[in-house]
């Protein structure tokens, strides 16, 4: 958090937020799953505005309270600021390198040692044009939209001036203790530090966790604030933020050594977390298809459904079997199975909405998890993913290597829905399975409800 973009809430929104279309390319009346969804969208709006209201009121306070900078505190105001540019060019040149990479997620940065110092040394004003200088400066690195992006300036804005009236109430109005004195001094001050550096992270872990419960629905207020990962990093980085403000004290310059070690780290620890988010994807990504394997479905199916059923909201499975898939490999050979493999798993990432599950759960059975969506809408989907399979015409090889074009393939589909046929991934899962072997069973290329199916 800190200076780091809280707003993983929206990317999760989009993900809800997708319509549908039909077979035919006109749009499909979206169940009422979604009326939840947008009436959440309407709420942030109002939870947005109070919080930008307080952060002014805040703001306000801070400023009113504290003392007139002096040239001393501008003279750190401008170290920090040159501190904290380059490291956003660091942070920034990190950032693309990730993107080229194709690694989504969140900005990781370590700004937070620069603000909270400022929060810890410097007026409340200074400490605060920091941060909008800061924020001013990243918009393009961070790609929001600005009402999004205001919000998040608006909650970091809050946290720093409630973290500058905590540590001055807790000082007396002066960072006299900074600058030494007894046991029972630097006590106090370390105590002052600890309670600022709690309400900045607080403030800003509440407006993230807040958004997310107001907005999507199933979304629980105690989950939302962070992994255990993350809060280690912020607390480290505040740590360090304290630390750099009471040396501040001793010398204006100081922060640019901590520069040349923390831009470096900075740099270190995005690489390692892109490294590690791309493994985990790896580990539950299927190589021929594109899309999520047995694991990545297993893990990923049965979050959707549980935040539908939380949210009393309709969920869909469908579980897709490819007609006679066995003869292609009998006839042609493997590759010619994988290239049309290949092709399923793109007609399946064009049909379904970003919110929506897709995997291939092995051999030539996929299935999908369709979150806000009736059995009458999942039937839809079905259909158009049958149309677009038979509409295929794939390119390949024989067991010869001469060139083969393979058309004409069909699938079976069975479709159950959440909660009539089951409140369970495993529920669901076995009552789709039985309505395909319906579908199987009686002439396959169609598609089987578990109503149908009986």
């Excluded at 493999?341 to 909405?353: D, K």
Aim: charged letters at 20%.
């Amino acid at each position: 958090m800190g200076g780091g973009d809280l707003m993983r809430w929206t990317d999760r929104i989009v993900l809800l937020s997708h319509g549908r279309g039909n077979s035919s390319g006109g749009t499909t009346k979206v169940s009422n799953g979604y009326g939840s969804v947008w009436r959440a969208l309407s709420r942030h709006g109002g939870y947005a505005l109070v919080a930008d209201l307080a952060a002014v009121a805040l703001c306000l306070l801070a400023v009113w309270s504290a003392p007139v900078p002096t040239s001393e505190d501008i003279l750190g105001f401008c170290v920090l600021a040159v501190a904290l540019a380059a490291h956003l060019v660091v942070v920034w040149r990190g950032e693309e390198r990730r993107r080229d990479r194709a690694m989504g997620g969140p900005v990781f940065d370590m700004t937070s040692v620069w603000t909270f110092a400022a929060v810890v040394v410097l007026p409340a004003s200074l400490a605060l044009a920091l941060i909008v200088g800061m924020r001013i400066g990243t918009y393009r690195m961070r790609r929001r939209p600005w009402w999004r992006y205001l919000f998040g300036t608006a909650v970091i804005l809050a946290s720093a001036a409630a973290a500058e009236l905590v540590f001055a109430t807790m000082l007396g109005g002066t960072n006299a203790p900074l600058s030494g004195g007894g046991i029972a001094d630097q006590a106090l001050m370390l105590a002052a530090l600890a309670a600022a550096g709690g309400v900045y992270w607080l403030v800003q872990a509440a407006a993230h966790a807040g958004m997310i419960t107001l907005t999507l629905p199933g979304e629980r207020f105690r989950e939302q604030w962070g992994t255990r990962t993350d809060n280690l990093i912020e607390a480290s980085t505040l740590a360090v933020g304290g630390l750099l403000g009471v040396v501040m004290t001793h010398g204006a310059l100081y922060p640019l050594l901590v520069l040349v070690v923390l831009a470096p780290l900075n740099l270190l620890l995005a690489d390692r977390q892109a490294d590690a988010a791309e493994l985990r994807e790896r580990a539950r990504t299927d190589a021929r298809t594109g899309l999520l394997n047995a694991r990545g479905l297993a893990e990923q199916g049965a979050r959707v459904l549980q935040r539908c059923e939380a949210a009393a909201s309709p969920a869909a499975m469908l579980i897709i079997d490819l007609d006679h898939f066995k003869s292609i490999n009998d006839s042609w050979g493997h590759p010619a199975g994988d290239v049309v493999l290949s092709a399923v798993g793109r007609v399946l990432q064009h049909a379904v909405r970003p919110g929506d599950v897709a995997a291939r759960d092995g051999g030539e059975e996929f299935v999908v998890v369709l979150p806000d969506t009736t059995i009458a809408d999942a039937a839809v989907v079905a259909d158009r993913i049958r149309a677009e399979l038979a509409a295929l015409e794939v390119v390949a090889s024989d067991k010869n290597g001469a060139p083969i074009l393979i058309t004409d393939r069909t699938a079976s589909i069975g479709v159950a829905a959440q909660p009539d046929h089951g409140t369970t991934y495993d529920d669901l899962r076995r009552a789709a399975d039985a309505a395909l072997y319906e579908a199987k069973n009686t002439g396959r290329d169609r598609t089987v409800l578990v109503t149908d199916a009986g």
